[in-house]
């Protein structure tokens, strides 16, 4: 079995996997993680990113962001950040490709769409979608449903921000139960220790996900124009960035500063990362991957300055870019399409394709509205708008 070396004793090792679920002969050519990070590659759902809105809706420019290149974007900074702190970066690189296959279309709004339309129902939760896609949605392969995963990855996927249960999970964590899905997979098929912490590469990819869309996020709203490198000008860190830019080339066309600072950006936060983990790691020395699990903490994270600087950047992008009327107004409309959509399959379920129709028959009303949501989240936000226009315009 081919494996890349991970130097040091806490990373989690293709050869010690606990498994999948449906047992597979070993591939003579690839590792265990390699074969997870191909199939997420190969599947269905990841290919629908490239026209899923990461801010803004894939008709409202070539350049911006969607779920894709903000996965391809996460998936690199956790590999860098693997590589310098010596785990897998293969599996590293799995859950940060698959993080978001379970996002609707039309980012965060057709998420509380459909939040609201399943809320009697089960509730919408994109990471226990993401699940769903994993275990249950992706159907490709002749002997199981979704793509089997391994156990480390699956684990990854389901606790990247963290445990799901216990004293140890967060406070949005334990206000609400564990997603229907997740818990069920856990109890009656692979236990994935909901209340231990996931593994450093899990930590990582949850970390690169910072990283990347907020400062790809910065590029994004300067192009689009919702707030100018000037309104940047006493942000912690991202100010001082700017200005040292601006200072060292006088007069630098502006689309080349932004890309030279948001490049210093990304990297001031990766080797943030990179010492403050080892600095977690010395003092916690974990003997194996399972001991980080056990850890009681985060052994992968910002350091306390870093943190704060975060925090900022997330309030100044929150104020100024996702509530930015401009942004509302479509995301108004997103929420839109998405309620309206949800309601007329739900009430009349036969307007679904002749697929999905054969599995509501006989199904209650709560399994009707969870096949219905499956439908919706895996749309594209080009074919939920052509689907509502066919649906609902009498001319088309």
Partial sequence: MIDLIEGQPYACRAADSRGRLFAEPPSPTRSEFQRDRDRIIHSTAFRRLKYKTQVFVF?????????????????????????????????????????????????????EALAAGMAEFGNFDHNEQTFRVLTQLERRYAEFDGLNLTWECLEGIAKHNGPLTGPAAGVKARARPVPPTIAAYSAGHQDLDLAGWPSAEAQVAAVADDIAYNNHDIDDGLRAGLFAIADLAD????????????????GLEPARLIHEAVRRLIDL??????????????????????????????LVGFSPAMRENDRALKQFLFNHMYRHYKVN?????????VTELFELYLSQPDRLPTEWQATTEGAGTAATARLVADYIAG?????ALDEHRRLFDVYS
């Fill in 329 to 337: 107004r479509m995301t108004g409309k997103a929420r839109r399409v």
């Fill in 59 to 111: 008709h409202e420019g070539d350049h911006y962001r969607t779920r894709l290149t903000h996965s391809i974007e996460v998936a690199q900074i956790a590999r860098s950040i693997g590589r310098a702190l010596g785990l897998n970066e293969d599996l590293a690189e799995a859950v940060a490709l698959a993080h978001d296959l379970g996002h609707p279309p039309f980012g965060h709004s057709g998420e």
């Fill in 269 to 298: 936060m990766v080797t943030d990362v990179i010492d403050e983990s080892r600095r977690r790691l010395e003092a916690a020395r974990p003997a194996g991957a399972d001991q980080v699990r056990a850890a009681g903490r985060a």
């Fill in 235 to 250: 942000l912690p860190l991202v100010g001082p960035v700017f200005a040292a830019v601006e200072q060292r080339y006088p």
């Fill in 379 to 383: 749309m594209t936000d080009r074919f």
